[in-house]
């Protein structure tokens, strides 16, 4: 009974422990940048780009296609990473970067996992999640993590006036 006792006081302890630890660094919880044009700028442009993954499609009902993935100036999984917004008005002949989404350039905070939604109304939404990224942040367990979403009223707008990005809700979203 003993032994139970002190493996509940120390299963108690760690979990205090780990969440202090991971509620030092708030900056997750800071508004992405948006950058506009970002091929304009070199530190985003594709030629820069060292890592992409997880895309996402959209198309409008009049045929504007909407895609998001995220990247980085590093190869891989990091605090680098930064979520791409582009657009085409051509199926898809020729397409244009729009936005970049980036917390803080080159960390802790890593925006990764966008996904791009158009509601029946024609309401575009891109959501993506921020966390510290860190050794002991590995497995997002929520502490350090959140979702993330931006809403544009007209979908079929090829250059719409891009509104506040709203943290919508702690750790991740599983599709």
Same mark, same amino acid.
């Given at each position: 009974m003993?032994?139970l006792?002190v493996? /509940?006081?120390l299963?108690?302890?760690?979990? +205090?422990?780990?969440?202090c +630890?991971?509620q030092?660094d708030?900056? %997750?919880? #800071?508004?992405?940048?948006? =950058?506009k044009?970002?091929s304009?700028?070199?530190y /985003? $442009?594709?030629?820069?780009?060292? %890592?992409t993954?997880?895309?996402?499609l959209a198309?409008?009902?009049?045929g504007?296609m909407?895609?998001t &993935? /995220? $990247?980085?100036i590093?190869?891989g999984?990091?605090?680098n990473? /930064?979520?791409?917004?582009?657009? $085409?008005g #051509?199926?898809?002949q020729? &397409?244009?970067?729009?936005?970049?989404?980036? $917390?803080d @350039?080159?960390g802790p905070?890593?925006?990764f996992?966008p996904?791009? &939604?158009i509601?029946?109304a024609g309401?575009?939404w891109? %959501?993506?999640?921020?966390s510290?990224?860190?050794?002991?942040d @590995?497995h997002?367990?929520? =502490?350090n993590t959140?979702?993330w979403? +931006?809403?544009? #009223?007209?979908?079929?707008?090829?250059?719409?006036?891009?509104?506040?990005p709203?943290?919508?809700?702690?750790g991740?979203m599983h599709?």
């Amino acid at each position: 009974m003993m032994n139970l006792k002190v493996c /509940y006081l120390l299963l108690i302890t760690t979990m +205090l422990h780990n969440l202090c +630890l991971g509620q030092r660094d708030k900056t %997750f919880l #800071d508004q992405p940048k948006l =950058i506009k044009n970002p091929s304009s700028v070199e530190y /985003y $442009s594709p030629e820069n780009r060292k %890592f992409t993954g997880i895309s996402s499609l959209a198309v409008s009902p009049k045929g504007r296609m909407w895609a998001t &993935w /995220y $990247s980085g100036i590093t190869p891989g999984e990091d605090a680098n990473n /930064y979520v791409v917004v582009s657009t $085409s008005g #051509d199926n898809g002949q020729t &397409w244009e970067e729009v936005l970049v989404l980036d $917390s803080d @350039k080159q960390g802790p905070v890593r925006a990764f996992d966008p996904e791009i &939604w158009i509601d029946p109304a024609g309401k575009l939404w891109i %959501f993506w999640s921020q966390s510290i990224h860190k050794e002991m942040d @590995k497995h997002y367990d929520g =502490i350090n993590t959140g979702v993330w979403v +931006l809403t544009i #009223d007209d979908a079929e707008e090829s250059n719409p006036t891009w509104p506040t990005p709203k943290r919508i809700v702690d750790g991740i979203m599983h599709v």
